[in-house]
């Protein structure tokens, strides 16, 4: 492959794998990232390892898991106990990676890691938004390198409109790297929160992709009874979240239409990734991990789309099988950076360079995942998936092939001890590697601080559509 390509890193909230024309979706617009995906590759199995937003963001961006980085849930950085807070103090970042191997780093839009009104560091330019997110349009205070800037509009055309900004002062004797945080397909998901031109596109869809709602017996849906609704009730929520999807790929467009007008786009490599998945009544509730009471690792939760596009390293339609992570995505973006050579063995990166992946299958990939929320841990195969609760069960094991909507739980019976047995055993050795006893997702004392503003309260996890 080319030296050192520039890297766009687009890092969605709550953008589920499904909700994409490229991975089958006959009725999301999303032209542009179809488009993305046709001239490069799609990965038809990646996954985040926890599925909320804080602790998925961090095992992107450190390459390491939640129970080495020590954060187990969204943080709620209004509160100033949390949000002033530099959670991923002693972590090595990935942009502070890609800056000492020469790239211009800048970050535009949602960081949501603690001190999110300062430049993270390796940044060196930074149009971020502090505190809580807030709505999709309106007055929002952001911060431009740390300096307070109130502006009125739409989230998503403003951090695209500063991320034009970046692309244009970016300099052309080095490469650079843009980290751009949308979150359009985080609720609010009603149509009443959107552009009522995208809005409108959807007027008529049937949304087949989305199901009968049947709330699962767990759910704890914040803004929507628990009860069941009808579906005509819920157009209005299925076309808000389409049109986030919409917006998003509108967005996307313009930045890569930038990089055309630069030439800088055959050595640019574009990567979309959302931080975790999303269901809008999928598995029988709203959101993602936090949805449910014990908190859920579903598949919706967990499917994450990813596309990598570059013109002068990837050959149009790759279609990449394995199973991939977001430890797995640190850890090519630093190798395709040619940066591999500054990671400290020391801190027992979990993930593997997929580089290879983009040229030609590889048999011998073990497509085991593993993932966690708090105390709540998963090892899944292509076939099984193993959920262990620790201390509170119930655990849970699910055939995908037979059960793919994980509907009944096998785990505990005699003709599956052995793949329960296996799979905690490989689920316990990969944590034995990968976890800090000081920072680990089994001590619940180590969780946000345990205060009325806590998502964490009295023990108790409450769904905020972090």
């Known amino acids: 492959m080319p030296g050192q390509p520039n890297i766009v890193l687009f890092l969605t909230d709550d953008h589920g794998r499904w909700a994409n024309g490229c991975y089958g979706n006959r009725e999301v617009r999303t032209p542009t ?5 046709a001239g490069g590759a ?22 390491r898991t939640a129970s080495q980085v020590g954060i187990h849930d969204w943080l709620w950085e209004d509160v100033p106990e949390i949000g002033d807070k530099d959670w991923l103090a002693g972590e090595v970042t990935l942009p502070e990676i890609l800056s000492k191997a020469g790239y211009t780093c800048g970050l535009s839009g949602k960081w949501h890691l603690g001190r999110s009104h300062e430049t993270p560091r390796g940044f060196d330019w930074c149009f971020g938004m502090p505190r809580g997110q807030g709505a999709h349009d309106g007055t929002y205070t952001y911060h431009q390198n740390g300096v307070p800037v109130t502006l009125t509009g739409n989230k998503t055309q403003l951090v695209t409109e500063h991320a034009l900004t970046f692309l244009d002062d970016a300099p052309n004797d080095r ?4 980290n751009i945080g949308y979150i359009a397909t ?3 998901y009603h149509a009443s929160a959107h552009d009522p031109r995208i809005v409108g596109l959807y007027d008529h869809a049937a949304f087949e992709e989305i199901p009968e709602y049947y709330p699962h017996p767990w759910v704890h849906n914040e803004g929507l009874r ?36 630069q030439g800088r786009l055959e050595n640019t490599l574009i990567v979309y990734v959302s931080d975790h998945g999303c269901s809008v009544g999928q598995q029988g509730f709203w959101g ?6 014990p908190v859920n690792m579903c598949e919706v939760s967990l499917r994450v789309p990813l596309i990598m596009h570059w013109p002068g390293g990837i050959a149009p339609r790759t279609r990449v099988a394995e199973c991939v992570t977001h430890y797995d995505a640190f850890q090519t973006l630093v190798e395709l950076a040619g940066a591999s050579a500054q990671l400290d063995p020391a801190r027992n990166y979990p993930g593997r360079t997929f580089s290879r992946l983009l040229i030609t299958p590889d048999p011998a990939w073990d497509n085991l995942v593993v993932g966690e929320y708090g105390d709540t841990r998963m090892a899944r195969t ?10 509170h069960g119930p655990d849970e094991l699910f055939d995908l092939v037979s059960d793919p909507l994980e509907t009944a ?8 001890s052995s793949i329960q047995a296996e799979l905690t055993l490989r689920l316990e050795r990969f944590y034995a590697r990968h976890e800090a006893p000081d920072k680990t997702g089994l001590n619940a004392a180590l969780y946000p601080p345990q205060s009325a503003h806590s998502p964490f309260h009295d023990g108790i996890r409450e769904s905020r559509f972090s």
């Open 33 to 37: 990232l179809d488009k993305l995906a």
């Open 42 to 63: 799609l990965f038809e199995n990646a996954f985040t390892p926890s599925p909320v937003c804080s602790p998925a963001r961090a095992c992107l961006l450190t390459g």
């Open 175 to 178: 490469p650079f790297f843009l």
């Open 186 to 188: 985080h609720s609010p």
């Open 226 to 261: 628990n009860g069941p609704m009808a579906r005509e009730e819920l157009r209005p929520y299925y076309a808000g979240y389409y049109s986030g999807a919409t917006e998003i790929d509108n967005a996307v467009s313009r930045v890569v239409e930038r990089l055309r007008e």
């Open 288 to 293: 993602k991990g936090n949805s449910t009471r």
């Open 382 to 391: 292509p076939r099984w998936k193993l959920i262990v609760r620790y201390g």
């Open 409 to 416: 739980s096998v785990a505990g019976r005699p003709e599956t």
